[in-house]
């Protein structure tokens, strides 16, 4: 069994379950040594309104948290956040530098040295890339894209850091083909260590008896999700379409009402299974910025469809997907024929689970890579 280290953005014990989570759980079930690091974590995340702040973390220190994990939190005075001023940014250019020299714990630096793989996932935290292949330039480099970079609006310096760095993984994984393709056009080098890796999802938990939480003889279209909800798409379909309800799962904030429109706010994602596998629509319904494209393949797209769900989400995301329909944002009559295509093709669903991997079939994809 491997030694693993993963460095993530996320707090291993938040109830905000990220890919990064159902790895590092995957290859703990498989009997691997796994340490999940948070990078980062300073005192700048108390500025402003950030889950982090709602959890007692224990910084600087391993803690143990069964099934062949262990957690650490690299906590530092600063951490390297777009300013949101051009000027601001230039002047700070340099100072990731100075984040890199922050120390971590003796006993995170032994167990960094004895790892055989390091995944590092695309946030701050991949600028302790240099500082973990000085400790141990033997093991092997993982990058996991998960999300782009640009799209989360970090500082540019980490833009400018991620293009010097590519060359140095041995493994540069991405979930979807936009990021493919972006991370292509980046690779000063050929593409032999980049490949296309699809989320996976806790099959187990989908195949699993679940009672249906929707009332008998309603049409229920869900949405999971965390942020960049579509509240115009809202706005339209709930008049369009009176006969669907419409369940908005996650923190997102009730700015559309209606009667056939049901907020739930924020749940364990355990207790989500059962709104997707009953539900008779996947929304994928996202509002548009620079690089959302992103998002054409991401996690709920396939627990939608592994649930043999009909998706309706709009034009700058589609796919080859055969359960998506899709929706130009300014034009409400194609909300309403996408809406319809889907309850249409609940008459005839197509078993597509095959095409969804699994975390664990993820996680020996990335493993055989290297």
């Known amino acids: 069994m491997k030694k693993i280290i993963l460095v993530s953005g996320h707090l291993f014990e938040s109830k905000r379950r990220a890919g990064f989570h159902l790895i590092a759980e995957s290859l703990g079930k498989m009997g691997h040594e796994v340490i999940f690091v948070t990078a980062p974590y300073s005192k700048l995340f108390k500025l402003k309104k950030h889950y982090f702040n709602e959890l007692q973390v224990k910084k600087?220190?391993?803690v143990p948290q069964g099934n062949n994990i262990s957690s650490y939190?690299?906590?530092t005075p600063f951490h390297i956040a777009n300013l949101r001023k051009k000027a601001l940014n230039k002047m700070s250019a340099k100072l990731y530098g100075v984040y890199q020299k922050f120390s971590i714990a003796k006993e995170l630096e032994q167990k960094v040295a004895q790892g055989d793989i390091l995944?590092?996932?695309?946030?701050?935290?991949l600028f302790l890339l240099d500082k973990f292949k000085k400790i141990n330039p033997n093991a092997k480099y993982v990058y996991r894209v998960s999300d782009d970079l640009e799209l989360l609006g970090v500082h540019p310096s980490l833009i400018n850091y991620e293009e010097e760095v590519l060359s140095k993984f041995s493994l540069i994984s991405v979930p979807s083909q936009y990021i493919y393709d972006k991370i292509l056009g980046k690779l000063a080098?050929?593409?032999e260590n980049l490949k296309l890796q699809y989320h996976g999802i806790k099959k187990a938990l989908y195949d699993a008896e679940h009672d249906n939480p929707y009332q008998k003889g309603t049409v229920n279209a869900v949405f999971i999700g965390v942020s960049r909800f579509d509240y115009s798409f809202l706005e339209k379909a709930s008049v369009l379409r009176s006969d669907i309800l419409f369940h908005i799962i996650?923190?997102?904030e009730p700015k559309v009402k209606g009667d056939n429109i049901i907020y739930y706010g924020e749940m364990p994602f355990e207790d989500t299974v059962p709104y997707v596998k009953h539900a008779d629509i996947g929304m994928h319904t996202l509002s548009y910025s620079e690089g959302a494209e992103s998002f054409s393949d991401s996690l709920k797209v396939h627990q939608y469809t592994y649930c043999g769900l009909p998706i309706v989400a709009p034009t700058f995301l589609e796919t080859k997907r055969k359960n998506s329909f899709y929706y130009s944002p300014e034009f409400p009559e194609s909300i309403e024929k996408a809406l319809g295509q889907c309850i249409a093709y609940n008459t005839n669903r197509l078993?597509?689970?095959?095409?969804?991997?699994s975390w664990e079939q993820l996680v020996n994809e990335i493993l055989n890579e290297i």
């Open 60 to 62: 600087c220190q391993l």
């Open 73 to 75: 939190v690299h906590a």
């Open 119 to 125: 995944i590092f996932e695309s946030t701050p935290g």
């Open 189 to 191: 080098q050929g593409k």
């Open 250 to 252: 996650g923190p997102i």
């Open 351 to 357: 078993d597509l689970k095959n095409e969804v991997l």
